[in-house]
């Protein structure tokens, strides 16, 4: 049943291929923004804060490093295997030092080739030598920012359980083994899995459950490999996991810290992803934080928005409950301050999600009428950027395909039909076809009211750009023109203008359209 009713409204007037497309383009943006200021999945450790001039100087140019690097691995990094502790502690605060001042992936490589990498995951045994710990998680943690395959030699050589043991000792050691945890679960979904079945879901709740507290520094961090855990969705990461993840998460959302609400709102756009395992969204529906993620879109942080839009827009392309449930929440009364952002990524997040909703029930697409959100998405397709025209088309066109008769005539006071004329000349397929939709069904449902919405497109110009799309270069747009204009506009001239629509203050007059339960003051 709940599917049935997801294709009559979700779908409607996009296949499945159409909307496969759509999330698609949008992680492969979404992948290209969220390196600079929403979640890195890896983190380098700098060498800054304790630079003196005793510091390893490494030079400006590229020669000059790589000399550095070679003179630090043949004359002061073999004393690692000393049994001297002095000479073994400087040996691996040299290498560190090397990986992270000299952060490229050709000196990990030479770090690896050297040997020193199993060395180094012995040394995270060392309980008696607390400091020689740190140093030798701190460099695994540098080489585990690097490629894929030095990130996996760490696995192999054994390093998750012992550095999973120290989430629990003191807070330097745990901060530094679960800044290395997060950097290899951020790698694959193989690894991520590994570091969840290796046993780190208990010790890092415990962080968060802890008495006393522990800093804020640690519990960003905390909140940053959560949100490694719950990256990527083919496959999903294991729901039992998640689920006891979920309770945590919802703690963590009472935090007022920008950086932890900031990946707990990313921890959820990934849970919540359709394209991810349905029992994922399930749980996160079931967890009852559906609440708390909605109030993040009253924050004025864009880090917290975009994410936090993204999870509400992933829960919105579900079922028509899983929607429900969000406004259900106060989501829409967000939105007027959402899309009159003065950042674009916002009121480009906000614009598609409120085409997934809008894409709704007869019921839900009310509520955003009733929201005053129309006239809103039309001014952000006026004046903003083509990614965010683009969502802000998506939305509108979903209003009119999905809306009831009745709904239709305040879409047309709206200034709805002269934007989807301006949306048949718009430069992307996808939103052409979208809007050819609207137009269809806008056309197929008004009833008596044909000839007015006829003329009021025609006046748009819908007639003259139809005719010019059916020599489009997409067949598909061609043909579905070629067809519109037969069904809709072969009628002469003078039957036409026979019927002019009626007109009043506030616009084009469609009493049939305009039900008592339908009245916007």
């Known amino acids: 049943m709940a599917e049935g009713r997801m294709r009559q409204f979700k779908n409607k007037g996009k296949d499945d291929v159409e909307l496969r497309r759509k999330r698609t383009e949008e992680m492969v943006e979404l992948r290209k923004t969220r390196r600079s200021d929403a979640l890195a999945k890896r983190r380098q450790v700098p060498d800054v804060c304790e630079l003196d001039e005793k510091e390893l100087d490494l030079g400006g140019d590229l020669e000059g490093q790589e000399d550095a690097t070679r003179n630090v691995l043949s004359s002061v990094a073999p004393g690692i295997v000393s049994s001297d502790f002095n000479t073994q502690l400087t040996a691996v605060v040299a290498i560190r030092r090397l990986l992270s001042t000299n952060n490229r992936s050709s000196t990990y490589e030479e ?16 309980q008696d030598q607390p400091m020689l710990q740190y140093e030798a998680a701190w460099c695994l943690t540098n080489i585990a920012s690097g490629t894929s ?114 990946d707990v709102c990313w921890s ?20 009852g934080i559906v609440e708390q993620l909605v ?99 998506w939305a509108i066109a979903n209003f009119a395909i999905a809306g009831l008769p009745h709904q239709l005539g305040y879409f047309v006071n709206c200034n709805g039909v002269t934007l989807l004329c301006e949306l048949l000349v718009f430069k992307d397929n996808q939103v052409i076809k979208v809007a050819l939709n609207a137009i269809l069904a806008i056309l197929r449902s008004c009833g008596d009211h044909f000839e007015q919405l006829a003329i009021a497109f025609e006046e748009g110009g819908a007639c003259t750009t139809l005719e010019t799309l059916q020599t489009h270069e997409n067949p598909a747009i061609a043909d579905m023109a070629g067809a519109m204009v037969e069904e809709f506009f072969s009628l002469t001239a003078d039957t036409v203008t026979d019927v002019a629509p009626m007109t009043g203050e506030s616009g084009y007059e469609f009493a049939a359209l305009a039900s008592a339960s339908f009245q916007l003051s």
């Open 111 to 126: 770090v690896l080739r050297c040997g020193y990498l199993p060395i180094l995951v012995q040394l995270l045994e060392r």
């Open 149 to 262: 395959e030095q990130t996996l030699a760490i696995v192999n050589n054994g390093a998750i359980t012992p550095l999973i043991s120290l989430i629990n000792a003191s807070p330097h050691l745990s901060t530094q083994a679960l800044w290395t945890l997060g950097n290899i679960a951020g790698d694959s979904t193989q690894l991520r899995d590994f570091v969840i079945k290796s046993g780190i879901l208990e010790p890092l709740i415990g962080c968060v459950l802890s008495d006393p507290p522990i800093s804020l520094r640690h519990l960003r961090l905390v909140s940053w490999v959560m949100s490694n855990l719950c990256r990527y969705n083919q496959p999903s990461p294991p729901v039992d996991a998640i689920a006891l993840l979920l309770p945590v998460m919802k703690e963590l959302m009472v935090n007022d810290d920008v950086e932890v609400c900031k």
């Open 268 to 287: 959820l756009s990934f849970l919540s992803d359709g394209q991810g395992e349905e029992l994922l969204v399930k749980a996160v529906v079931e967890s």
């Open 295 to 393: 109030s993040m879109l009253g924050k004025t942080q864009c880090v917290i928005l975009v994410p936090a839009l993204r999870a509400v827009g992933n829960l919105a392309t579900g079922s028509a409950a899983q929607t429900q449930l969000v406004l259900d929440h106060g989501a829409l009364g967000y939105f007027p301050q959402l899309l009159g952002s003065s950042e674009e990524r916002v009121k480009k997040e906000a614009s598609w999600a409120l085409s997934n909703i809008t894409a709704g029930t007869p019921e839900q697409i009310m509520a955003v009428a009733e929201a005053r959100l129309l006239p809103l998405l039309i001014h952000v397709f006026a004046t903003s950027e083509f990614v965010t025209k683009k969502e802000a088309a």
